[in-house]
């Protein structure tokens, strides 16, 4: 299988090692672009892209708590589904619409990506990697779904419904005709992997990865 296309060499600053994916798709904003963050959570992500790139952010989030907290830090954030609330937002409203470690989590991973980029001109999605090694032995050795640092949610508790793996959501992106612009795994340490590596040892040894899609 060809090598992954990577990202340009950039610097990472010093992040909590579970969200570095943050600092990775931080790098990859241009500054002053119009930004959507889906699933923006408490907001981190919009307050990092605006305060080093200076974007014109919106935030869509599902729960009245993470709504709240945005709010609390002066983002412009509004409660709304992924799944449900994408189909309202008009084509080429934003530069960059963004999809951290959220996209596991929707009913419906295919829809909502043709959504991101249609409301986007470039697509953001970062991702745990079900296809880790440390994920296939927990499963082969054990016979028990895994708890990790980037899947930290029992079994019974996750949200996340659609698991994937950096193969899976390559297959994805080739299925509904998207571009893979630039693409990068992380390893446990959160350090960016090889550029030139295949994606079979991205598949294997990626904790996460993060891919900058857009429209073929």
């Keep these: 299988m060809d090598a992954p296309l990577a990202t340009s060499e950039?610097?990472?600053?010093?992040?909590?090692?579970?969200?570095i994916d943050?600092?990775?798709?931080?790098?990859?904003?241009?500054?002053?672009?119009?930004?959507?963050?889906v699933g923006c959570g408490?907001?981190?992500?919009?307050?990092?892209?605006?305060?080093?790139r200076q974007v014109d952010g919106r935030g869509i989030e599902l729960s009245q708590a993470g709504v709240n907290e945005c709010v609390?830090?002066?983002?412009?954030?509004?409660?709304?589904d992924a799944d449900r609330d994408l189909?309202?937002?008009p084509d080429d409203a934003f530069d960059y619409v963004i999809l951290s470690q959220t996209i596991q989590a929707t009913r419906n991973p295919k829809l909502v990506l043709q959504?991101?980029?249609r409301i986007g001109r470039r697509a953001i999605v970062s991702f745990p990697n079900f296809g880790h090694w440390s994920i296939r032995l927990s499963l082969g050795l054990y016979g028990r779904m895994p708890v990790t640092r980037n899947l930290s949610q029992s079994w019974y508790e996750t949200p996340n419904i659609h698991?994937?793996?950096i193969?899976?959501?390559?297959?994805?992106v080739k299925e509904i005709g998207a571009k893979v612009e630039t693409a990068t795994a992380l390893d446990a340490t959160g350090q960016q992997m090889g550029m030139r590596m295949p994606w079979a040892f991205w598949n294997l040894f990626g904790e996460q990865a993060v891919f900058v899609l857009s429209r073929s």
Excluded: M, N, W
């Design 163 to 165: 698991f994937c793996t």
């Design 10 to 19: 950039t610097v990472v600053t010093a992040a909590p090692a579970s969200r």
């Design 42 to 52: 408490d907001g981190s992500l919009l307050q990092i892209l605006q305060t080093r």
């Design 167 to 172: 193969r899976d959501f390559d297959g994805l």
């Design 22 to 37: 943050f600092e990775v798709i931080a790098s990859l904003v241009r500054p002053g672009s119009r930004v959507l963050d």
């Design 72 to 80: 609390a830090k002066g983002l412009s954030v509004i409660q709304g």
């Design 115 to 117: 959504d991101l980029l």
């Design 87 to 89: 189909v309202h937002y």
